[in-house]
């Protein structure tokens, strides 16, 4: 979230992308009966996906829904992706009627749905590249509506900018902001509140034992640093070691410094009170272990996507699975790159702080779109 060419006009990525259409037009009518998972056989389209059968991908159907309600809002002449590169609305919304029938939890079900209505297709060639996939979650913090001697940290809401340049990290934290009545309430942690600005979200428990929900509302406009960066400088820990554990750890155990390293980055998220439900990423609502954050220049916002990483911080280190792009973020930039979303909770905090897996994916795009791209390779 706090984590963002037109890659699309690649003719090598396009190439990749009808060279594989072709391959699933030419093997269509001569399924092979030896390929199959426990819910029958597997189109030849789908066996590009290692794992394709493991994944329950029914619990991505809300997440589809989500997506399938933003595209309806945009109309259905609004393209879908860099380009229109993804088709249009009009182009999903026969795949999104299906969706609403299927049974929720219906595992067989989602799984014959997505292979009736999609196709999948490599992302940037899909041909042994890998990129960079890390995680994010939703923060949890403590809070009053008002200021008193344990919650000293404000939380700001966006500003108006009034032509104006908004303030740095640095002026936010030397008081800019006070006494505008910008604040939406305090917590008391500092560095807590500096990790839900690059996680984007935060569920914060207030003294009256009510919960209230944080979502992103903007930002500044200034450019995202990772401290990260700075403290593998002054060798805290190498590249590859370096985590939001480590951050975190570090910040707490020097707390004469840790003011001034936050500042260096200078890019302040802003927020504001959800209502109810989950946070909200770009797009939608986030489902948790469901939403992917993408870059948009690259990836079209709603798309299925199948991940097929590793390294990933779960036993046996592979997730073959089942997402949706519905969020970016200032560090998320390039074609093969992208944040899963954890949910929240101590386990997805742990999780998110120290994804750094490696991998592909594949989108999902409706049969109509994959058909225009066949017939305009041809002519």
């Known amino acids: 979230m706090a984590k963002r060419t037109t890659g699309w006009a690649r003719n090598a990525v396009r190439a990749s992308w009808l060279g594989l259409i072709l391959l699933v037009s030419a093997c269509a009518g001569t399924p092979n009966p030896q390929v199959s998972g426990e819910d029958g056989p597997v189109p030849p389209a789908y066996r590009v996906l290692s794992g394709w059968t493991h994944d329950n991908v029914a619990e991505a159907m809300p997440a589809?829904?989500?997506?399938?309600?933003?595209?309806?809002?945009?109309?259905?002449?609004?393209?879908?992706?860099?380009?229109?590169?993804a088709g249009r609305v009009s182009d999903w919304q026969p795949a999104c009627a299906a969706a609403a029938t299927v049974p929720p939890g219906d595992r067989g079900a989602a799984r014959r749905f997505f292979e009736t209505w999609f196709v999948p297709v490599p992302l940037n060639g899909g041909e042994g590249q890998e990129g960079l996939f890390t995680g994010y979650y939703e923060c949890e913090m403590?809070?009053?509506?008002?200021?008193?001697?344990?919650?000293?940290?404000?939380?700001?809401?966006?500003?108006?900018?009034?032509?104006?340049?908004?303030?740095?990290?640095?002026?936010?934290?030397?008081?800019?902001?006070?006494?505008?009545?910008?604040?939406?309430?305090?917590?008391?942690?500092?560095?807590?509140?500096?990790?839900?600005?690059?996680?984007?979200?935060?569920?914060?428990?207030?003294?009256d034992g009510s919960v209230v929900g944080l979502n992103y509302a903007g930002q500044n406009g200034q450019k995202y640093y990772p401290i990260g960066r700075y403290l593998v400088q002054q060798g805290v820990a190498t590249a590859d070691q370096m985590t939001m554990q480590i951050i975190r750890k570090w910040l707490r155990e020097h707390p004469d410094q840790a003011q001034q390293v936050m500042n260096l980055n200078p890019s302040v998220v802003f927020f504001?009170?959800?209502?109810?439900?989950?946070?909200?990423?770009?797009?939608?609502?986030?489902?948790?272990?469901?939403?992917?954050?993408?870059?948009?220049?690259?990836?079209?916002?709603?798309?299925?996507?199948?991940?097929?990483?590793?390294?990933?911080?779960?036993?046996?280190?592979?997730?073959?699975?089942?997402?949706?792009?519905?969020?970016?973020?200032?560090?998320?930039?390039?074609?093969?790159?992208?944040?899963?979303?954890?949910g929240h909770g101590e386990e997805a905090a742990n999780a998110a702080g120290v994804m750094k897996a490696h991998g592909r994916y594949f989108m999902l795009v409706p049969q109509t779109v994959a058909q225009r791209l066949q017939t305009a390779d041809r002519t």
């Open 64 to 85: 589809l829904m989500r997506t399938c309600r933003y595209l309806q809002s945009l109309g259905a002449a609004h393209a879908v992706g860099p380009s229109g590169k």
């Open 142 to 207: 403590n809070g009053s509506w008002t200021r008193t001697g344990r919650f000293t940290v404000p939380v700001y809401r966006m500003p108006s900018r009034n032509g104006r340049a908004l303030p740095s990290r640095a002026e936010v934290a030397n008081g800019v902001l006070a006494g505008h009545g910008l604040e939406l309430l305090w917590v008391d942690d500092p560095i807590e509140a500096f990790i839900m600005e690059i996680q984007g979200s935060g569920r914060v428990r207030m003294t």
């Open 272 to 342: 504001k009170i959800r209502n109810s439900g989950d946070p909200r990423g770009a797009t939608t609502e986030l489902t948790e272990r469901r939403s992917l954050a993408v870059d948009p220049n690259f990836v079209p916002l709603g798309a299925p996507i199948w991940l097929d990483l590793h390294d990933v911080p779960i036993p046996g280190g592979l997730l073959r699975t089942l997402v949706i792009a519905q969020d970016t973020g200032g560090a998320i930039k390039g074609p093969i790159r992208g944040d899963y979303f954890w």
